[in-house]
C-alpha cells in the first residue's frame, strides 16, 4: 500500500467484504474533491462551504482499533469486523485507516488465546470468553489503553495473560476488563474491572490534556481534531466575556479550548463516564470557570430556558444523528449571538440548519474537514449568527 498523499493506492484487500471504506481505491486528493462536491451539494441552500482540510498523511489515522472476535468453522480463531450487512467475522491482519500499534497489539492477543485456553464468545449459543477487543493509543502521550471485553468478569490467569501481553507490548500503560454479558450488538457492557494500571489514557490536544477512560467519547483522528477545534474557535470569534455552552461535551474537549477565551463555560453530556473525566479534566487542566453537566443536552436547555437563562455563543457537536426540536427550540429562546455547530452527520446537520435558519439565524460559514479519509464520512464546523 502507497503511504502518501496524492498517490494512487492500491485497494485494501479485505475492501468488499469490511465495507467500512468506501473510498477505497480513490486517490486521497480525489476523495478530497468528492467530499467537497457532495457538501456543497447538501448544503447548497446555506451558502457555499470553504474549501475541505485534508489530511497530510491520511493513512493510519484511527487512534481506537476495535476488533471483534470469533472462530471459523474450522475452529480457527479470527478477529477482525464483521462482514458489511452480516454478522460473519472478516479477519483483519492490516488495516490502512487504523493505528499500526494497537493493530499488532490485537494480533498478539490473538495469538495468546490459544495458549491461555480463552475461547471466544459465540454469540448464537452465548458460551465462550471474549467478544471484542478494544485498544486506544493517545498520539501524543504515547499511553495504550486495551480493554478486553468479556461475557463474564473472570479471565483466568489474568495476571499472567497481562504480564505476557506487556511482555511483547510494554507501551501499554493500562488494561481493562469490560463486562458484556448482554445478548447484544453493543460493543461494552456497563462495567469496567482495571487489570493494570490506571484504567484510563490521556492525550493533549490544542494544549490541554485530557483523560480518556473506555466508555468515554473521543474524537478517533486527533491529528484532524485539532484543526477542527480551531475553526470552531475562530468561528465563535471569543473575546473574554462570554458566557459558552458546550453542549453534547463528551470529555470535556472544546468547551476546555474555549475555557481560556471566555467568562464561563457550561458542559452538558449524557454519558455519565464521560462527564467525570471531564470534572476531572477542568481540574487537571486548572480550569476553574468551567461547569459540567451529566443529562440529555435537549432537557438541559429546556431548563435553561424556563429559567430564563441566557447564553452568549453555543457550541453543539451532536452523535451523528443529530440534534432534536427540544434542543433547538431552546437555543433560540437562550438566543446566543453565534452558535458553532460541529457535525459528523451532514444529513443530520442540513435538517437542524433548516430549522435554525427559519427561527432566527443566518449561516455565515462552512468549514469540511476531512476527519475520516478512504470513508464517505465528512466533518464539518458550521458558524451561524443571530439575525437583527
Ligand atoms: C460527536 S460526540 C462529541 C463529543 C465532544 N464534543 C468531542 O469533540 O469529543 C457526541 C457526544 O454527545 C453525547 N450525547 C449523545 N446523545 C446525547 C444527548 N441526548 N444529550 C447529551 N449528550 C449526548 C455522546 O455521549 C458523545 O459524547
Not at 482540510?53 to 484511527?62: F, N, S
Request: hydrophobic share 35%; aromatic share 8%; with cysteine.
Amino acid at each position: 500500500m502507497e503511504t502518501k498523499n496524492n498517490k494512487n493506492i492500491t485497494t485494501c484487500p479485505y475492501a468488499k467484504k469490511c465495507g467500512g471504506c468506501q473510498y477505497q481505491g480513490i486517490d486521497y486528493a480525489a476523495q478530497l474533491k468528492k467530499k467537497q462536491k457532495e457538501m456543497n451539494k447538501l448544503l447548497k441552500d446555506f451558502g457555499k462551504p470553504e474549501p475541505i482540510i485534508g489530511m497530510k498523511d491520511p493513512l493510519h489515522y484511527r487512534n481506537k482499533v476495535h476488533a471483534v472476535f470469533g472462530r471459523t468453522r474450522k475452529g480457527e480463531i479470527v478477529s477482525g469486523t464483521y462482514e458489511a450487512g452480516t454478522h460473519k467475522i472478516v479477519n483483519i491482519d492490516e488495516c490502512m485507516i487504523e493505528d499500526e500499534i494497537s493493530q499488532s497489539i490485537i494480533r498478539t492477543i490473538r495469538g495468546l488465546l490459544r495458549s491461555f485456553k480463552i475461547r471466544t464468545y459465540d454469540e448464537d449459543t452465548g458460551y465462550g470468553l471474549l467478544r471484542h477487543v478494544l485498544v486506544r493509543r493517545g498520539f501524543a502521550t504515547g499511553q495504550v489503553m486495551a480493554v478486553l471485553v468479556l461475557s463474564s468478569p473472570i479471565l483466568p490467569s489474568k495476571n499472567n495473560f497481562v504480564k505476557a501481553l506487556r511482555k511483547e507490548h510494554p507501551e501499554i500503560t493500562t488494561v481493562v476488563l469490560n463486562v458484556n454479558d448482554k445478548k447484544t450488538s453493543m460493543v461494552l457492557g456497563e462495567r469496567d474491572i482495571v487489570l493494570y494500571g490506571k484504567g484510563y489514557i490521556e492525550d493533549i490536544l490544542c494544549g490541554c490534556t485530557f483523560r480518556i477512560s473506555p466508555q468515554s467519547f473521543y474524537q478517533v483522528n486527533p491529528v484532524q481534531t485539532e484543526r477542527l477545534y480551531q475553526t470552531a474557535m475562530d468561528y465563535a470569534e471569543l473575546t473574554g466575556k462570554e458566557r459558552v455552552i458546550d453542549a453534547y461535551c463528551g470529555i470535556g474537549t472544546i468547551g476546555m479550548v474555549a475555557a481560556k477565551k471566555v467568562r464561563e463555560v457550561i458542559g452538558v453530556e449524557l454519558n455519565r463516564n464521560a462527564v467525570k473525566d471531564a470534572r476531572i479534566n477542568a481540574k487537571l487542566n486548572q480550569i476553574k470557570n468551567i461547569a459540567f453537566y451529566e443529562g440529555d443536552a435537549g432537557r438541559f436547555m429546556v431548563s435553561m430556558a424556563e429559567e430564563g437563562e441566557k447564553a452568549d455563543v453555543v457550541f453543539m457537536d451532536p452523535p451523528r444523528s443529530g440534534s432534536d426540536e427540544a434542543f433547538l427550540s431552546s437555543v433560540i429562546r437562550l438566543a446566543p449571538k453565534r452558535i458553532v455547530y460541529v457535525s459528523c452527520g451532514p444529513d443530520t446537520l442540513a435538517r437542524d440548519l433548516k430549522y435554525l435558519a427559519r427561527n432566527g439565524y443566518q449561516v455565515r460559514k462552512m468549514q469540511p474537514v476531512d476527519m475520516f479519509g478512504f470513508t464517505e464520512h465528512c466533518e464539518m464546523v458550521v458558524q451561524l449568527v443571530k439575525k437583527r
